[in-house]
């Protein structure tokens, strides 16, 4: 059985996008120059994978 991790949002500067995202519609989300980070989220009801979306910025640094 795998041990669950951790959130990557409580870890780093990374903040969710709203939603859940089937694989096909990740795509429709990536902009270059961008960190991204996916976590399963469960499954639609027809049984399709979900993801939770993750993004940051790593040319923005905290004042």
Known sequence: MKE????VAAEDDYARLPGLFR???IEQ???PGL???LEE???AS???????VY???????EA
């Open 4 to 7: 669950p991790r951790p959130s």
């Open 41 to 43: 989220a469960g499954e």
């Open 29 to 31: 989300v990536l902009e």
């Open 35 to 37: 960190d991204f980070h």
């Open 55 to 61: 993004r940051r910025d790593p040319n923005q640094k």
């Open 46 to 52: 027809d049984g399709t994978p979900l993801f939770a």
């Open 23 to 25: 694989r096909w519609e």
